[in-house]
């Protein structure tokens, strides 16, 4: 991993690789994560269940990622990495694939079984894990899909850590994010000097150190500007879930 890199992940980054179609596809997941994980200057047991946790998530998305009844071209699975700090500094990563309604289930089957892990291991080996519908980040077009992700932690003054996340780019990172994934948004400033990212159906206003915004008419949330992807991911999901808003 270029250390040239390594600053775009401390100020709400992220990398993001098409991992290949094919059986060698767990196995670039691994390669791919633990040089990232290495730059990070993170243990080596980490890295270890890092490839481990990466490695299953990677396969069971070449297993059970195309989409429901062959419909729609194969989607190569993506490998997605970035920081957050809430709720706590971690490092998540993500793998994924087109088939949005084939939802991971751990098998209940033990560590040492032979037969059945399946992604069970992830919550032995991770802080935390899990599955959201998303879209691609790195597809031509929209393809709508789903992740199934972990999350590692990361030391309080990991590298690159103490970079600072300006808000007028907070803000117009975060419109690329969307925008480049089928919806639509414009970016501006207001007299008070707070930048708002306006999206069809939802309106996110960057503050000096946060995003804020409404998800529900009794729900704000508040999110730190490094935890940037955490924000374009809960957004694209908001945006998802209401179609007749956008």
């Known amino acids: ?16 690789w098409r991992l290949p179609l094919d059986e060698s596809g767990p196995a670039a997941a691994r390669a791919l994560l633990g040089e990232a994980m290495a730059g990070l200057g993170l243990g080596r047991d980490v890295i270890e269940d890092g490839r481990l946790a990466v490695s299953e998530t990677a396969t069971n998305a070449l297993r059970y990622g195309r989409p429901v009844l062959g419909v729609g071209p194969p989607t190569s699975p993506e490998l997605w990495v970035w ?5 706590a500094p ?16 751990a098998s209940g089957a033990g560590l040492l079984d032979e037969h059945g892990k399946g992604l069970g291991l992830l ?18 077009q929209v ?4 992740t199934v992700w972990f999350a590692l932690p990361l030391p309080c003054q ?4 103490s970079f600072e996340v300006h808000p007028g780019t907070a803000a117009q990172c975060l419109l690329l994010n969307v925008t480049r994934r089928g919806f639509q948004g414009t970016c501006g400033s207001e007299d008070r ?3 708002l990212v306006a999206l069809q159906g939802l309106n996110v206003w960057v503050h000096r150190q946060h995003f804020c915004w409404w998800a529900s008419p009794k729900r704000y949330v508040r999110r730190p500007l490094i935890d940037l992807q955490e924000t374009a991911e809960e957004i694209v999901r908001h945006l998802d879930r209401f179609p007749s808003a956008h």
Do not use: H, I
């Open 123 to 140: 919550g032995g080996v991770t802080s935390a894990w899990g599955s959201s519908p998303t879209r691609s980040r790195l597809a031509e």
């Open 90 to 105: 971690q490092l998540v990563v993500s793998v994924f694939d087109g088939a949005r309604d084939a939802l991971p289930r």
């Open 158 to 161: 990991w590298a690159g850590r």
């Open 193 to 195: 000097g707070v930048c």
């Open 83 to 87: 920081a957050r700090t809430v709720p």
């Open 143 to 146: 393809v709508r899909g789903k």
């Open 1 to 16: 991993m270029d250390d040239a890199k390594m600053p775009e992940l401390a100020t709400g980054g992220v990398w993001a």
